[in-house]
Nanobody
Framework: VQLQASGGGLVQAGGSLRLSCAASERTFRSYVMGWYRQAPGKQRELVAAITSGGSTNYADSVKGRFTISRDNAKNTVYLQMNSLKPEDTAVYYC????????????WGQGTLVTVSS
C-alpha cells in the first residue's frame, strides 16, 4: 500500500489546515490509520488514529482541536487541525497498519506544517 500525504503549509496561530492521505489500494479500508508528527529535535509522536470502524483516539496535546476521519470510498484519511499553535509545527506523516499488527507498516511521505506566532 502506498500512502500520499498532502495539505501542509504555513498558517498563523489560531488558523486551520486539513491534511489528506490517499491510499493506493482498497485494502486500506480495513487498516488502522494514524497521523504522526515530528518536530525538529523531537521524537516522532502519534497525534491521532482511527480504526476501520471509525473509532478514534488522540494525543492529549491535540484533543479538542484536531479531528481524524476517513472516507473509505475515496481510500483517504483526513486530519482537520483547528486552533493551531506554534508548537504544532512539525512534519506530519500518515501511516497504516493491519488489524492485529502493533507497528505501523505503511508510511506516507511527510507534509510540513508551520504555524507562525
Amino acid at each position: 500500500v502506498q500512502l500520499q500525504a498532502s495539505g501542509g503549509g504555513l498558517v498563523q496561530a489560531g488558523g486551520s489546515l486539513r491534511l489528506s492521505c490517499a491510499a493506493s489500494e482498497r485494502t486500506f479500508r480495513s487498516y488502522v490509520m494514524g497521523w504522526y508528527r515530528q518536530a525538529p529535535g523531537k521524537q516522532r509522536e502519534l497525534v491521532a488514529a482511527i480504526t476501520s470502524g471509525g473509532s478514534t483516539n488522540y494525543a492529549d496535546s491535540v484533543k479538542g482541536r484536531f479531528t481524524i476521519s476517513r472516507d473509505n470510498a475515496k481510500n483517504t484519511v483526513y486530519l482537520q487541525m483547528n486552533s493551531l499553535k506554534p508548537e504544532d509545527t512539525a512534519v506530519y506523516y500518515c501511516a497504516g497498519r493491519r488489524v492485529g499488527i502493533n507497528e505501523y507498516e505503511y508510511w506516507g511521505q511527510g507534509t510540513l506544517v508551520t504555524v507562525s506566532s
